[in-house]
């Protein structure tokens, strides 16, 4: 068979499949082998590394914020907080029936401690991501909510629990 893989008039290169028998015959090659490369550049890489701020997700942000605020509250109070768990939700239970009925939609939910299950700080993320004042004011406004939920499963004020709470509601 003739070897066609010199570059032709339109500067397009044929390489013809091998012949039975031979190396490589049989053989598929993907489709990232098979794809054409243009201009030599290869595959390209990520966009952003994962170690960037920026990759991560609104949703991974707002746990970050959720954390730190948890974090910061074990510091102030200590061993008050040590069986509580912090949990994200996305939206409340029964959102539809709380809007249809014209209630105040919640911004999260506190469970007491019962037997074998610690007690635990539920925050939905959307409620409060919509209630925002601004996106840069999204991580104080997560703060305050975890204030105001620690606050009222401890029974004490939000601003003797956090010196730094400003109640934006």
């Known amino acids: 068979m003739q ?5 032709g008039p339109s500067g397009l290169s044929i390489r013809p499949l091998p012949p039975a028998g031979e190396q490589g015959a049989g053989q598929r090659r993907g489709f990232r082998e098979r ?3 243009r201009h030599g550049r290869g595959l390209r890489g990520e966009i952003m590394p994962a170690i960037l701020p920026g990759s991560r997700t609104r ?3 707002f746990e970050d914020w959720v954390l730190d605020s948890a974090d910061r509250l074990q510091e102030l109070r200590g061993s008050e907080l040590d069986n509580v768990e912090y949990v994200v939700e996305e939206i409340p239970p029964g959102l539809e029936k709380i809007l249809r009925d014209g209630g105040r939609v919640p911004q999260g939910n506190v469970s007491r401690a019962a037997r074998g299950r610690p007690a635990r700080i539920t925050i939905y993320r959307r409620v409060v991501e919509t209630e925002a004042p601004s996106a840069g004011e999204a991580q104080d406004l997560v703060h ?3 204030v105001e939920y620690t606050a009222a499963l401890l ?3 939000p601003e003797s629990l ?3 709470y400003r109640g934006y509601r």
């Open 59 to 61: 949703g991974e942000r």
């Open 155 to 157: 029974n004490v004020e």
């Open 3 to 7: 070897d066609r893989s010199t570059p």
């Open 35 to 37: 794809r054409r490369n």
């Open 162 to 164: 956090d010196p730094y």
């Open 144 to 146: 305050d909510v975890v």
